[in-house]
């Protein structure tokens, strides 16, 4: 197993296009996670899923942020009608039920 | 509302010093916290972590040590060495919880 792979590294879109961002966890975890992190800044919790079950929604930033994890295994991440504010390192990562995070190395993405 | 803080952006240090990186915190709820390095273009790792029934973990070369009444916990790297030059975050969470709270990072910087 290579770790957290997040799909692109970097990704440049325009104002007002939809974004869509792959994580794929470590085979055996069962959580996976999604992270914003903007410059100088630690990352900020957005979501997490317990298989397929996504049990926490809440902190994520708007209605144009929606995440999936449709077969209890890999992630999106979409984020529609994208605003320059959405520019940051997005951060995907994995813990088994009981277990600390790894993280992946992130997709950056740029709003222009 | 920042429940974990790390105050200083930035830290230089010799090579074979003690880096002491320092974390507050607001939240008494916290019951667990950790420390995460994070080189360029690359996910957080995780380094080391306490309980809020311990006052020290000690790793190798890495200690944090915990102050509950003063909200504030430290590691120190004993001696430092360049490869430690990185950027540190704390986290903390409560009752077993999923959701990391991240303070905004320490750059360490280890001169040769």
Redesign the interface.
């Known amino acids: 197993d290579t770790g957290?792979s997040q799909d692109p590294r970097h990704k440049i879109t325009k104002r007002g296009q939809n974004v869509t961002f792959r994580c794929d966890p470590i085979s055996e975890h069962n959580?996976l996670?999604w992270y914003r992190q903007t410059l100088?800044?630690?990352?900020?919790?957005l979501t997490?899923f317990q298989n397929e079950a996504q049990?926490?929604k809440s902190?994520l930033l708007s209605d144009r942020f929606s995440a999936e994890r449709p077969k209890g295994s890999f992630s999106t991440l979409e984020i529609q009608r994208t605003e320059q504010g959405d520019s940051a390192m997005y951060?995907c990562?994995s813990s088994p039920i009981?277990g600390?995070?790894?993280?992946?190395?992130?997709t950056r993405l740029t709003v222009v | 509302d920042q429940q974990v803080k790390q105050n200083s952006p930035s830290l230089s240090v010799q090579e074979g010093r003690i880096s002491i990186l320092n974390c507050d915190y607001t939240n008494s709820m916290f019951d667990y916290f950790l420390w995460y390095k994070k080189y360029p273009a690359e996910g957080p790792t995780f380094l080391i972590s306490i309980s809020s029934i311990k006052d020290k973990n000690e790793d190798g070369r890495f200690t944090v040590f915990l102050n509950k009444s003063a909200k504030h916990l430290s590691l120190h790297i004993v001696p430092s060495q360049p490869g430690d030059s990185a950027v540190y975050f704390c986290a903390a969470n409560w009752n077993a919880g999923n959701m990391l709270t991240f303070g905004g990072g320490t750059r360490l910087m280890v001169k040769p």
């Open positions: 957290v959580r996670y100088g800044q630690g990352p900020e919790f997490y049990l926490e902190r951060l990562a009981l600390g995070y790894t993280f992946g190395s992130g």
